[in-house]
């Protein structure tokens, strides 16, 4: 499984992050298979954000949940997370991921 993350590396603040996880190799909806997006901001440990799971339920973080969605598109085989009202402390190297297997991440910066 190959995971790719794409999206605009400079957010402004209280705009809304959004990010594209490409994946190859597998398929979005395998039972039982549940893809995450994980962020570490600067100088941090990892944070887990949220997930999508095989069936289209979505999990999310409390701390984040009243500003994630995590949607997907399984005619592309790709999932995506949409961060709002974003300030600088969201700036952080994101990643999507699916138990053992990380994308490369991609850092994204909220600054005006």
């Known amino acids: 499984v190959q995971l790719q993350e794409s999206g605009p590396g400079l957010v402004k603040p209280s705009q809304t992050l959004s990010l594209t996880c490409i994946v190859s190799g597998g398929s979005i909806t395998q039972n039982y298979v549940y893809w995450s997006w994980i962020r570490q901001p600067p100088g941090k440990g990892l944070e887990w954000m949220g997930a999508i799971g095989y069936s289209g339920g979505t999990y999310y973080s409390p701390s984040l949940k009243s500003r994630t969605s995590i949607s997907r598109d399984t005619s592309k085989n790709q999932f ?18 699916l138990r053992d297997y990380w994308g490369q991440g991609t850092q994204v910066t909220v600054s005006s």
Do not use: I
């Open 80 to 97: 995506t997370l949409q961060l709002s009202s974003v300030t600088p402390e969201d700036t952080a190297v994101y990643y999507c991921n």
